[in-house]
């Protein structure tokens, strides 16, 4: 009887727990399909275009031809360089946004409604097939799903189905759904799909998957340590294409599962947008348009636009508070609300890349070495001239639009700030990606200033220099030494090629005007000024400088179909220096100041701001009076005087900088581009004697010098700087 009391009350408690287990599953489920279905209101909202183009509309009707294709289309031809199928599913998703948004004119049309159904069973019908995988599983699969988004409760049933398979090649088992930009760009399309379908369980694990994309994939592809991004093995910059791509893609779901039982971890949102704040937007000339250093194949795309929209920052906006004030500072220098006001030297140490900007200009230096090859291969024919555009490229950038869709024109062995063999033929296109063939590569800084050494090896002639860069408030300075070739051709270092904007003008002895158009060789060269940039030289030089009209076709550069054919004329100027054929150990000096005038030029020859301590293939070195900065490139153990009679060295090849205030030495920047050292240790006549995380300074009254052993980073941040203040 107590048995089956005691019976009787655990079963009364097991019906209770379980009551209580289905209505707690069927409330979350509720709440659940109630997320769902927010999420998807949310997601097709942003699939309807932000204006209405009525008269592209009309004209996609009038042109639709009997057969349910658009003229000018070739349907046959799926190369990787055509595939022009991908106007005819452009056309669709134009009149699905056109039926589906209440402010179109064809609001509901059943014309409109008629054709897409038309156009779209020819689409399922012929299954088109392109030999580029990336239509295959993102191209079609993205506009098909965006269709069925809009209007997929309102077309045929048979046609749905069949479009089902064709969207389904937006897998997480596709073979381009390999960890980085395109793996969360596939999910994405996936994730649409079941929101299309309804499939709330697989819709969960799908945003699981988009959710754990966001991570450091350092030495694989994704994001690396320092916020650059790979999308290969090849470990290329793909900061701003793939990985802007990337990053877009984790953002706008992050925005649309907000408040939601799907919205992402805090900690996932916060490294996107350091990763968005202190990788892509620093790759951006003033957080707002690309670097043309950071640009691969894509230089020989043509654009509309160099700026870069908003979308991004609104939808991390949406996601997250955090670094709000940051990310709301480069939307209004995007809309043109504020001027930049940001000034930062940064070292992708992953990427050997290094970018430095102040609120009135920003530049960089693209190199390889041994750990990254020099460019991303001409996949697909584009970028068919990219050969050099690794080899220590130094784009200027005072407006950021001084090099926009300048490619068509652009002389390939004329990069700016690349030491370049003046053969008569670029080597063939299937030439132009090769792996790094030194070591020493790097850059020191301490987060405002900062020095960049090259140890530069051409992977395509038999050329060598030691190239140096040194970075200021108003300036900076560019030094090579040790160039060297084993080949009867010229060499040439090239200051500038960009844009002409009015006439430059050229101080040489007792001469200052402007230069005529044309090419011209320019002797005993003091300064010259192009469109408020000035380029000083310490001792005068002999420049060649052109100011003409320059001709090409994109046509040439990239072999794509719809790629333009017509000729393209642009002024174009360009400055370079001359070394002579295989020249031995030859040098190079100048002084780069940008967002300048000719009598701030004039003065600044005057004022003896810089002094080149050092430009030799041993021991590069330059001092900023002053700022009170000295900045050096030991290509090999050594020491240098850095002020009244003050030496510092260091025991082996390395970068430093040092600061000085008066006659003391506050702070200390050294770094291995080499990565090989775990321990720097340097030597200085000052007299210092401090101790602190991963250093120590002592004092030898022997030897009459002080001891400074430094611990230097290793693993994934082996190439960062270490800054040490006294």
Same mark, same amino acid.
């Given at each position: 009887?107590?048995?089956?009391?005691?019976?009787?009350?655990?079963?009364?408690?097991?019906?209770?727990?379980?009551?209580?287990?289905?209505?707690?599953?069927?409330?979350?489920?509720?709440?659940?399909?109630?997320?769902?279905?927010?999420?998807?209101?949310?997601?097709?909202?942003?699939?309807?275009?932000?204006?209405?183009?009525?008269?592209?509309?009309?004209?996609?009707?009038?042109?639709?031809?009997?057969?349910?294709?658009?003229?000018?289309?070739?349907?046959?031809?799926?190369?990787?360089?055509?595939?022009?199928?991908?106007?005819?599913?452009?056309?669709?998703?134009?009149?699905?946004?056109?039926?589906?948004?209440?402010?179109?004119?064809?609001?509901?049309?059943?014309?409109?409604?008629?054709?897409?159904?038309?156009?779209?069973?020819?689409?399922?019908?012929?299954?088109?097939?392109?030999?580029?995988?990336?239509?295959?599983?993102?191209?079609?699969?993205?506009?098909?799903?965006?269709?069925?988004?809009?209007?997929?409760?309102?077309?045929?049933?048979?046609?749905?189905?069949?479009?089902?398979?064709?969207?389904?090649?937006?897998?997480?088992?596709?073979?381009?759904?390999?960890?980085?930009?395109?793996?969360?760009?596939?999910?994405?399309?996936?994730?649409?799909?079941?929101?299309?379908?309804?499939?709330?369980?697989?819709?969960?694990?799908?945003?699981?998957?988009?959710?754990?994309?966001?991570?450091?994939?350092?030495?694989?592809?994704?994001?690396?340590?320092?916020?650059?991004?790979?999308?290969?093995?090849?470990?290329?910059?793909?900061?701003?294409?793939?990985?802007?791509?990337?990053?877009?893609?984790?953002?706008?779901?992050?925005?649309?599962?907000?408040?939601?039982?799907?919205?992402?971890?805090?900690?996932?949102?916060?490294?996107?947008?350091?990763?968005?704040?202190?990788?892509?937007?620093?790759?951006?000339?003033?957080?707002?348009?690309s670097d043309p250093a950071t640009k691969n194949r894509d230089i020989s795309r043509e654009r509309s636009s160099n700026l870069h929209g908003i979308e991004i920052i609104e939808q991390l906006l949406m996601a997250s508070d955090y670094r709000k004030e940051e990310l709301k500072e480069i939307m209004a220098i995007r809309k043109g609300q504020i001027s930049p006001s940001m000034s930062f030297a940064k070292f992708f140490w992953q990427t050997e890349y290094y970018v430095h900007q102040r609120p009135d200009w920003f530049t960089s230096v693209r190199m390889h070495s041994v750990r990254n090859h020099n460019m991303e291969q001409p996949y697909n024919s584009e970028g068919l001239k990219n050969h050099h555009r690794g080899d220590g490229t130094n784009y200027l950038s005072v407006t950021g639009d001084e090099y926009?869709?300048?490619?068509?024109?652009?002389?390939?062995?004329?990069?700016?700030?690349?030491?370049?063999?003046?053969?008569?033929?670029?080597?063939?296109?299937?030439?132009?990606?090769?792996?790094?063939?030194?070591?020493?590569?790097?850059?020191?800084?301490?987060?405002?200033?900062?020095?960049?050494?090259?140890?530069?090896?051409?992977?395509?002639?038999?050329?060598?220099?030691?190239?140096?860069?040194?970075?200021?408030?108003?300036?900076?300075?560019?030094?090579?030494?040790?160039?060297?070739?084993?080949?009867?051709?010229?060499?040439?270092?090239?200051?500038?090629?960009?844009?002409?904007?009015?006439?430059?003008?050229?101080?040489?002895?007792?001469?200052? $005007?402007?230069?005529?158009?044309?090419? &011209?060789?320019? *002797?005993? /060269? !003091?300064?010259?000024?192009? #469109? %408020?940039? =000035?380029?000083?030289?310490?001792?005068?030089?002999?420049?060649?400088?052109?100011?003409?009209?320059?001709?090409?076709?994109?046509?040439?550069?990239?072999?794509?179909?719809?790629?333009?054919?017509?000729?393209?004329?642009?002024?174009?100027?360009?400055?370079?220096?001359?070394?002579?054929?295989?020249?031995?150990?030859?040098?190079?000096?100048?002084?780069?100041?940008?967002?300048?005038?000719?009598?701030?030029?004039?003065?600044?020859?005057?004022?003896?701001?810089?002094?080149?301590?050092?430009?030799?293939?041993?021991?590069?070195?330059?001092?900023?009076?002053?700022? $009170?900065?000295?900045?050096?490139?030991? &290509?090999?153990? *050594?020491? /240098? !005087?850095?002020?009244?009679? #003050? %030496?510092? =060295?260091?025991?082996?090849?390395?970068?430093?900088?040092?600061?000085?205030?008066?006659?003391?030495?506050?702070?200390?920047?050294?770094?291995?581009?080499?990565?090989?050292?775990?321990?720097?240790?340097?030597?200085?006549?000052?007299?210092?004697?401090?101790?602190?995380?991963?250093?120590?300074?002592?004092?030898?009254?022997?030897?009459?010098?002080?001891?400074?052993?430094?611990?230097?980073?290793?693993?994934?941040?082996?190439?960062?700087?270490?800054?040490?203040?006294?």
């Amino acid at each position: 009887m107590i048995t089956l009391t005691g019976h009787r009350v655990v079963n009364r408690s097991l019906m209770t727990a379980i009551l209580a287990l289905l209505t707690l599953g069927v409330s979350t489920t509720l709440a659940n399909r109630d997320d769902f279905e927010r999420i998807k209101e949310r997601v097709v909202a942003e699939l309807m275009p932000h204006a209405v183009h009525d008269e592209q509309v009309q004209d996609l009707l009038d042109t639709f031809r009997p057969d349910s294709t658009w003229p000018g289309i070739d349907y046959k031809d799926v190369s990787r360089e055509a595939f022009e199928h991908r106007f005819h599913s452009n056309n669709m998703v134009t009149l699905a946004q056109a039926y589906r948004n209440p402010d179109s004119g064809y609001h509901k049309n059943k014309q409109v409604k008629d054709i897409l159904v038309r156009a779209l069973a020819y689409w399922v019908q012929n299954d088109f097939f392109c030999e580029n995988w990336w239509h295959n599983q993102i191209g079609t699969p993205r506009n098909l799903v965006t269709i069925m988004l809009l209007v997929g409760d309102e077309l045929p049933r048979e046609i749905v189905d069949k479009a089902q398979p064709i969207i389904g090649r937006a897998h997480l088992d596709a073979s381009g759904a390999r960890p980085s930009g395109d793996r969360i760009k596939i999910a994405a399309i996936l994730a649409k799909n079941l929101l299309f379908t309804g499939d709330q369980e697989q819709f969960a694990r799908v945003m699981k998957v988009i959710e754990g994309e966001i991570k450091f994939s350092t030495g694989h592809r994704g994001m690396q340590h320092d916020y650059s991004f790979h999308h290969r093995l090849d470990r290329v910059n793909n900061t701003l294409s793939y990985g802007l791509g990337y990053a877009h893609a984790f953002a706008e779901w992050a925005a649309w599962v907000q408040g939601t039982d799907y919205a992402f971890s805090d900690a996932k949102i916060t490294q996107l947008i350091d990763y968005y704040l202190d990788g892509i937007c620093k790759q951006m000339v003033y957080g707002r348009s690309s670097d043309p250093a950071t640009k691969n194949r894509d230089i020989s795309r043509e654009r509309s636009s160099n700026l870069h929209g908003i979308e991004i920052i609104e939808q991390l906006l949406m996601a997250s508070d955090y670094r709000k004030e940051e990310l709301k500072e480069i939307m209004a220098i995007r809309k043109g609300q504020i001027s930049p006001s940001m000034s930062f030297a940064k070292f992708f140490w992953q990427t050997e890349y290094y970018v430095h900007q102040r609120p009135d200009w920003f530049t960089s230096v693209r190199m390889h070495s041994v750990r990254n090859h020099n460019m991303e291969q001409p996949y697909n024919s584009e970028g068919l001239k990219n050969h050099h555009r690794g080899d220590g490229t130094n784009y200027l950038s005072v407006t950021g639009d001084e090099y926009f869709n300048i490619a068509p024109v652009y002389d390939w062995k004329k990069i700016p700030g690349a030491t370049i063999m003046q053969r008569p033929d670029m080597p063939p296109p299937s030439e132009i990606q090769k792996e790094g063939l030194t070591e020493f590569v790097g850059a020191v800084t301490d987060g405002l200033y900062g020095a960049v050494a090259y140890d530069f090896a051409s992977p395509h002639d038999p050329l060598k220099a030691k190239k140096a860069w040194f970075f200021f408030d108003h300036e900076y300075v560019c030094l090579g030494a040790g160039i060297d070739a084993r080949a009867n051709m010229p060499v040439a270092t090239t200051l500038n090629q960009c844009y002409l904007d009015g006439r430059p003008i050229v101080k040489s002895g007792k001469f200052k $005007g402007e230069i005529p158009s044309g090419e &011209h060789v320019l *002797g005993n /060269v !003091e300064w010259v000024l192009h #469109d %408020r940039v =000035g380029y000083l030289f310490p001792e005068p030089t002999r420049v060649h400088l052109t100011n003409d009209r320059a001709t090409g076709t994109w046509f040439e550069i990239n072999r794509q179909t719809d790629s333009p054919r017509d000729t393209v004329r642009h002024r174009v100027f360009k400055l370079w220096l001359e070394h002579g054929k295989r020249p031995q150990r030859a040098v190079y000096q100048y002084i780069v100041v940008p967002a300048t005038t000719e009598s701030a030029l004039e003065f600044a020859s005057q004022k003896q701001d810089i002094d080149i301590l050092s430009n030799t293939a041993e021991l590069q070195a330059v001092r900023h009076n002053a700022l $009170g900065i000295c900045q050096v490139v030991f &290509h090999t153990f *050594g020491e /240098v !005087e850095f002020a009244g009679g #003050d %030496r510092i =060295g260091m025991d082996h090849p390395g970068l430093m900088m040092l600061e000085l205030e008066g006659n003391e030495m506050i702070k200390l920047s050294v770094a291995d581009p080499s990565r090989k050292l775990g321990k720097v240790h340097i030597w200085t006549s000052k007299k210092i004697e401090s101790r602190g995380e991963g250093y120590k300074a002592a004092w030898d009254e022997a030897s009459g010098q002080s001891e400074i052993s430094v611990q230097l980073p290793h693993g994934v941040y082996a190439g960062q700087s270490v800054t040490i203040e006294f």
